[in-house]
């Protein structure tokens, strides 16, 4: 998948853990916890979904990678290079 | 005879809400009661296939966010539900609500199961890789978490607590409420009892194994206490709350009083696991009509539990045969033939749907009773339409469980 595809699957997620907020307008680069209702567990939901979805294990001192959405696909990018976007 | 208790004792019902299988609020549900419409349908679960439920249509999203929904339980949003339609009901001033001598106590009769099904059933589509369990599974299956999301959802501060009381489970909470109540623990408490049962494959199988499954053609008529055709037990999902008050504080407020909880018992059958005993079950009423300072020819109707089993009919209708004789009142009726047996609700639903009674003076039947079996011989069955008595002023609650577990309440109209 590439960095775009990868934005798509973040979002959707999002979208799964977070069903009332709208997605529409969200910044990449702002943390998604200023940006949206979300507490650690539904944090670790996304953890849970890259987890089930694309099997990537991400270690628990690496979860910062994932504050916002312009950092979580450039940490995911190397871990789903070879990974064959759904969409 | 026991003194009748100071007025800070006596304890009324002031706010109903309720999701059942035939009716999302108390006038809902009423009508269907006497309109004999069931709520029993056709419904797959996993595993088995098609079976028969009662299953609720109230909307979720009335009183959570599809967030709340998602992140909670079944039982959590039927108790979510029921406690906002108890206090809407009640006409209480919930934003001025002191909110820490709020308690809420929901009876239920097991929990959990639901979710640990969903979860050992999605870590098989991992070949049972752990780390893909959910780290909701430990909230989502406390004991607590149908009162506790309640408590969530509404900001109340004061205590909860689930009571696990197998099917006496919906009784259970509604005295516990009582006896906070009485000892000043509360000033308001919100109690009844609720069921997410048809969401897990295993209490179908269970009651399959057992033989004491339901199967008809019909599903309207699949459950049949005290039929002789009768096949078993049709489970179902539900909740009934309501609010309970001291007497004086109802008064103050001009409250509507659905009626005032006069006795309760509760006791043990100390006799086998599943099978009931009518010698504990006839001891509870009596202790329930002693605390009550009524006569057996005081109570105008009984709600039985009866749950179309064999056993569990015979036994019932042999305890009110002791605790009643052959008098014509108590007229007996049965809720579960229209709804099937909503577990941890059933006994908070079945006192609810009969309260109107002290208004309309009508009792609503039992229906599917076309054989009756002679070997529950009772003469005061309301039998497939409902009866004007004319005038209804005591109702007793029978709601009895697993393990040997009753319960009864009684319920006077309060004038």
Not at chain 1, 28 to 33: H, I
Not at chain 2, 226 to 245: K, N, P, Q
Request: charged share 20%; proline share 5%.
């Amino acid at each position: 998948m590439n960095p775009d595809e990868i934005r798509l699957v973040i979002l959707d997620i999002l979208a799964s853990i977070a069903p009332d907020e709208d997605l529409s307008n969200l910044d990449d680069d702002v943390a998604f916890r200023e940006q949206m209702e979300l507490d650690s567990m539904d944090f670790l939901d996304i953890v849970m979904e890259l987890r089930k979805r694309y099997r990537v294990q991400i270690p628990e001192d690496e979860y910062i990678q994932l504050g916002t959405m312009s950092s979580t696909v450039e940490y995911l990018v190397p871990m789903l290079r070879d990974v064959q976007s759904l969409a | 005879m026991p003194d009748r208790p100071p007025d800070r004792e006596r304890i009324v019902i002031t706010g109903i809400g309720l999701t059942s299988p035939n009716g999302n609020c108390l006038q809902d549900f009423r009508a269907s009661l006497l309109a004999g419409q069931s709520g029993v349908v056709p419904f797959t679960t996993r595993y088995m296939g098609e079976v028969l439920a009662g299953v609720c249509n109230f909307d979720e999203l009335k009183y959570q966010k599809r967030k709340e929904v998602r992140r909670g339980t079944r039982a959590g949003s039927i108790s979510v539900y029921c406690a906002n339609e108890a206090i809407a009901n009640s006409g209480i001033d919930w934003e001025q609500t002191d909110r820490s001598r709020v308690g809420v106590y929901i009876g239920t009769t097991e929990h959990g199961n639901v979710e640990t099904e969903n979860e050992i059933y999605e870590i098989s589509k991992f070949d049972y890789d752990t780390s893909v369990w959910s780290h909701h599974h430990n909230p989502r299956t406390v004991a607590n978490n149908p009162p506790g999301e309640v408590t969530l959802n509404m900001g109340i501060t004061g205590p909860h607590l689930a009571l696990g009381a197998a099917c006496a489970a919906g009784n259970a909470g509604l005295i516990q409420a009582v006896q906070m109540l009485r000892l000043n623990e509360v000033d308001l408490a919100i109690a009844g009892g609720v069921s997410e049962s048809i969401h897990t494959f295993g209490i179908f199988a269970s009651f399959q194994s057992q033989g004491a499954l339901a199967r008809h053609e019909d599903p309207t008529k699949a459950c049949r206490p005290f039929d002789l055709d009768r096949s078993g037990i049709v489970v179902a999902e539900g909740g009934g709350l309501c609010t309970l008050e001291r007497l004086p504080d109802a008064i103050a407020r001009n409250a509507t009083i659905y009626g005032e909880i006069v006795g309760y018992a509760m006791n043990s059958d100390a006799s086998d696991f599943v099978l009931p005993n009518s010698n504990r079950q006839a001891e509870c009423i009596g202790l329930a009509l002693k605390r009550a300072d009524l006569a057996p020819c005081d109570i105008d109707i009984v709600s039985s539990h009866a749950t179309a089993t064999g056993q569990g009919d015979i036994e019932e209708s042999a305890a009110l045969r002791k605790a009643f004789g052959d008098e014509s009142r108590p007229v007996i009726n049965n809720t579960k033939s229209f709804i099937g047996h909503a577990m941890g609700a059933a006994g908070a639903l079945e006192l609810l749907g009969n309260l109107p009674a002290f208004d309309d003076g009508i009792a609503h039947a039992t229906i599917n009773l076309d054989r009756p079996d002679p070997e529950c011989a009772l003469s005061q069955i309301v039998a497939n339409e409902p009866l004007d008595l004319g005038n209804v002023d005591c109702i007793l609650n029978n709601s009895f469980g697993m393990l040997g577990i009753n319960s009864v309440v009684i319920v006077k109209n309060y004038v």
